[in-house]
């Protein structure tokens, strides 16, 4: 079973550069997000999914996009990449959307993307 | 402000030894309460889920328990072995700034020795 697969797992970046972490799921699961780890905190929800073709902005949404174009894919963008961007990225799906963010189901995991940005 | 906080920070224990980590939170209303593991370098894993109306929780050698009233939760691991040796992270789903979320707690580094 693959679960939620991240590419790539590392990624170094100048100030300014884009780039695109990407995001599989093969659990026919609804709900997508995108949430950010930095030592000292808990993870920060970026964007979400409830569905193909829905995304909405999670607590800090800045300098990053999505699309949902499929059910299994949900890609984020680093538009024009910033020092402050430097952090571990983990892609996270659920069966159940919960109604925008309240999402009650159990969240699967990816293996995350760790990211810095020079 | 972190309405979910964890405590200790670290953690270091024997391996067969017992230990409890705590949560407290000032979600309101609340839904649920999840406790996950995450090894180094590896993405967070659900060991159990909670609602407001369960005490106690058990997942093999992990116990969950969850006072609504006190607004607190522990996690407990019995006879610890080193593959226990993890970030073990509090969420609790509720409502903040108006809407619903899930809030993640900072989490306790876990190192079990030999």
């Known amino acids: 079973n693959a679960g939620v697969t991240q590419t790539p797992k590392f990624q170094v970046l100048k100030t300014g550069q884009s780039m695109t972490l990407q995001c599989a799921q093969d659990m026919n699961h609804e709900y997508m997000s995108w949430y950010r780890q930095d030592p000292g905190m808990g993870l920060r929800l970026i964007h979400y999914s409830v569905g193909a073709g829905i995304t909405d902005q999670g607590e800090v949404p800045n300098g990053y996009n999505v699309s949902r174009s499929t059910t299994e894919d949900f890609p984020l963008r680093l538009l024009s990449a910033a020092p402050s961007q430097t952090s571990v990225y983990f892609c996270?799906?659920?069966?159940?959307?919960?109604?925008?963010?309240?999402?009650?189901?159990?969240?699967?995991f990816g293996e995350g993307s760790r990211l810095t940005v020079l | 402000k972190n309405q979910v906080e964890q405590s200790p920070q670290s953690l270091i224990i024997l391996e067969g030894k017992n230990c409890t980590l705590q949560?407290?939170?000032?979600?309101?209303?609340?839904?649920?309460l999840r406790w996950y593991k995450q090894d180094t370098g590896r993405g967070p894993v659900s060991l159990t889920i909670?609602?407001?109306?369960?005490n106690t929780k058990s997942n093999g050698r992990y116990t969950a328990t969850l006072d609504a009233d006190t607004k607190q939760s522990s996690l407990h691991i019995t006879a610890s072995q080193l593959s226990d040796s993890a970030s073990y992270i509090c969420v609790v789903s509720g409502v903040s700034g108006g809407y619903n979320k899930l809030i993640f707690g900072a989490g306790t580094r876990l190192a079990v020795h030999p």
């Open positions: 996270a799906s659920s069966y159940e959307a919960g109604g925008g963010l309240q999402n009650t189901g159990e969240l699967f």
């Open positions: 949560c407290n939170y000032t979600v309101s209303p609340f839904s649920n």
């Open positions: 909670m609602t407001f109306s369960e």
